[in-house]
């Protein structure tokens, strides 16, 4: 069975090595800090934009014993910026983008 891992802010700094620059660590800081305020102060199935066409930031409710938690969206986007389909394809953790 294979485990679950979720995209929480802590997957960013799982990414940092002993070669990062301050400046790499300060940024990946403040993308942490950026999800963290996403995941508590945002509503619910509210979706944010980032710097990749297509992809958005997903805040989903929280669903029986399961607390609330941001997902990855793939969804195609029209000339002028904005998502072309009602709902994308959902990425809730890492294994799920290398199937």
């Known amino acids: 069975m294979r485990s679950r891992r979720s ?5 960013v700094f ?14 990946e800081e403040k993308l942490s800090q950026t999800l ?7 509503k619910d199935w509210e979706r944010k ?6 992809i958005f930031l997903l805040k989903l409710p929280p669903y029986r014993s399961s607390p609330s ?16 389909k009602k709902r994308g394809l959902i ?4 294994i799920e983008l290398g199937s």
Request: charged share 20%.
């Open 7 to 11: 995209w929480g802010p802590e997957i």
């Open 14 to 27: 799982n990414r940092l090595s002993a070669s990062s620059t301050k400046a790499e660590i300060l940024h």
């Open 36 to 42: 963290k305020e996403f995941l508590e102060k945002g």
């Open 49 to 54: 934009a980032t710097s990749v066409q297509g």
């Open 69 to 84: 938690q941001l997902v990855v969206e793939i969804n195609p986007i029209d000339a002028s910026g904005n998502p072309t």
């Open 91 to 94: 990425l809730r953790n890492p």
